[in-house]
């Protein structure tokens, strides 16, 4: 995953730097991000999500009744 993640920087940075400029980025990223483990997470595909009705539900589910869950 590290290995995926210094090419994809590098291929990003291939049109802004020269040769020895992307050389020494690899070599930087590699030394800096070899203590790290590096994950993929995988974004919520429904990036508008509605607390407000997640914190309403829960309040539901906890027994509040409608006139509490208004006062809130």
Not at 42 to 49: F, G
Request: charged share 35%.
């Amino acid at each position: 995953m590290k290995n995926s993640l210094i090419r994809t920087i590098n291929s990003e940075m291939n049109s802004y730097l020269n040769n020895y400029q992307l050389e020494k980025l690899n070599e930087i990223l590699e030394y800096n991000l070899y203590k790290y483990d590096v994950i993929e997470v995988e974004k919520n595909k429904k990036d508008d999500v509605d607390y407000a009705e997640l914190f309403i539900s829960s309040k539901k589910v906890e027994g509040c009744s409608e006139k509490d869950i208004k006062l809130l």
